[in-house]
């Protein structure tokens, strides 16, 4: 029987800055998909920005809680949003998602 023999790796590669540079894109990477992946955030499309208030809520698919959320924002996000509130909920930029209404602030300059 064949042995595989694993080489143990070489001390001087986890060295020096490019060790410490591709270590730190990876961390990062991984801390992005985390937080549920990549994200431009706002951009004021509409003229209506809002940052999340509370320390999590969920995006929907419609203005209410019968289905399952599509994702979620955490606190701090700033969202592109509509003007439109129904049953509570604000539609959000974009196609067809929704989040309660009282879990967003309107950030400076924002027309909401």
Do not use: H, Y
């Amino acid at each position: 029987m064949n042995k595989i023999k694993i080489k143990k790796p070489d001390s001087a590669k986890l060295r020096g800055w490019p060790f410490v540079m591709l270590a730190g894109v990876v961390l990062a990477l991984l801390a992005l998909l985390d937080r549920g992946g990549f994200s431009i955030g706002a951009t004021g499309v509409t003229g209506c920005v809002m940052r999340v208030d509370a320390a999590e809520v969920n995006v929907r698919s419609t203005p209410g809680t019968e289905l399952e959320p599509v994702r979620k924002l955490r606190q701090g996000d700033e969202v592109d949003a509509e003007r439109i509130v129904t049953g509570g909920f604000r539609k959000l930029a974009g196609e067809g998602e929704w989040v309660l209404d009282q879990s967003l602030v309107p950030t400076t300059g924002s027309n909401c």
